[in-house]
């Protein structure tokens, strides 16, 4: 019915060397490790709110100090949340601390106009590099979604389409039976998969 069928591919790989770069990467992650300790107090798990300090501290250069939003990060706590506390522990934190190390340098490399924000032509990019192979009609489901009035997504919105994506295609794989392209779900699975996501 619509063009290419949407599918996943290896992430491209993002280059880790001992680089004076590198350390300043690694003492970054340090200082938001100790942050989120902070923040996180005696339960060792933030809150949306804490999220959104911390992601703000962390992407300041990304976000031209706008930081992110409070709905982005609601939705990043229930993405992650898989205990479904309403918060994010340290194990859930480093999974999107992960995923935003590498969405960092690939929203970098495909910003080619250095705009701050992503084209749908660079989204399309940025997505493959990802390991996304969307077709055109997903693609522009995803900006209408994500975008805004200029069809442009900013960074925040990137690290939520890419995380959206990456746990709509696990819930999948950990629903499918033999690499099966259907899956069949009861009712109340459907509204915990879909609901708090």
Same mark, same amino acid.
């Given at each position: 019915m619509f063009d290419d069928p949407v599918a996943i591919k290896a992430p491209v790989a993002t280059v880790a060397s001992a680089t004076p770069e590198k350390q300043a990467q690694d003492e970054k992650v340090d200082e938001v490790r100790q942050y989120f300790i902070q923040l996180a107090g005696d339960d060792m798990e933030i809150d949306w709110e804490e999220l959104k300090d911390v992601l703000? #501290?962390?992407?300041?250069? @990304?976000?031209?100090?706008h930081g992110f939003s409070r709905d982005v990060c609601k939705?990043?706590?229930a993405l992650?949340?898989? =205990?479904?506390? +309403?918060? *994010?522990? #340290? @194990?859930e934190f480093k999974s999107l601390w992960s995923l935003i190390k590498?969405?960092?340098q690939i929203f970098a490399k495909h910003d080619k106009d250095s705009? +701050?924000? *992503?084209?749908g032509f660079e989204l399309r990019h940025a997505l493959n590099s990802c390991g996304y192979l969307l077709n055109t009609h997903v693609l522009n489901l995803l900006m209408h979604r994500y975008g805004n009035k200029k069809a442009e997504i900013a960074f925040d919105e990137f690290i939520l389409c890419a995380l959206k *994506?990456?746990?709509?295609? @696990?819930? #999948?794989?950990?629903?499918?039976? +033999? +690499?099966?392209?259907?899956?069949?779900?009861s #009712? =109340?699975?459907?509204i915990e998969t879909? *609901?708090?996501?």
């Amino acid at each position: 019915m619509f063009d290419d069928p949407v599918a996943i591919k290896a992430p491209v790989a993002t280059v880790a060397s001992a680089t004076p770069e590198k350390q300043a990467q690694d003492e970054k992650v340090d200082e938001v490790r100790q942050y989120f300790i902070q923040l996180a107090g005696d339960d060792m798990e933030i809150d949306w709110e804490e999220l959104k300090d911390v992601l703000d #501290f962390a992407t300041r250069k @990304e976000t031209a100090n706008h930081g992110f939003s409070r709905d982005v990060c609601k939705s990043i706590v229930a993405l992650l949340d898989a =205990d479904h506390s +309403g918060k *994010l522990g #340290f @194990e859930e934190f480093k999974s999107l601390w992960s995923l935003i190390k590498n969405a960092k340098q690939i929203f970098a490399k495909h910003d080619k106009d250095s705009s +701050g924000s *992503l084209s749908g032509f660079e989204l399309r990019h940025a997505l493959n590099s990802c390991g996304y192979l969307l077709n055109t009609h997903v693609l522009n489901l995803l900006m209408h979604r994500y975008g805004n009035k200029k069809a442009e997504i900013a960074f925040d919105e990137f690290i939520l389409c890419a995380l959206k *994506l990456k746990t709509m295609i @696990e819930t #999948f794989q950990r629903k499918t039976k +033999g +690499g099966a392209q259907a899956i069949t779900l009861s #009712f =109340d699975d459907w509204i915990e998969t879909t *609901l708090y996501s």
